[in-house]
């Protein structure tokens, strides 16, 4: 995968659905600056998150490290999204 924006940001959107349909959020709500903790996102609705995301993307998604720091959507995002990016390049 290249470093296009373009394919970022679709990335970026596919990963703001999943956790507006897994976390049972209003997709309004997942602005880059909103808190996990205003979302009412739980540890559990992480995990599904994470979950579903592994399955959308066939990739592995450790919680450790940037994920657990995340505090809002951006870094939640950015986190994920880098993760996806390196896997898909080890494929």
């Given amino acids: 995968m290249t470093d296009n924006p373009q394919d970022k940001n679709q990335l970026v959107d596919e990963i703001i659905e999943v956790i507006a349909s897994e976390g049972m959020v209003d997709k309004s709500k997942i ?50 999204a880098d993760h996806i990016q390196k896997e898909r390049e080890k494929q």
């Fill in 31 to 80: 602005t880059p600056d909103a808190s996990i903790e205003s979302l009412d996102l739980k540890s559990v609705d992480i995990v599904m998150i994470l979950t579903a995301l592994e399955e959308k993307f066939n990739v592995y998604i450790p919680m450790d490290g940037s994920l657990q720091e995340a505090k809002d959507v951006k870094s939640l995002i950015e986190a994920i």
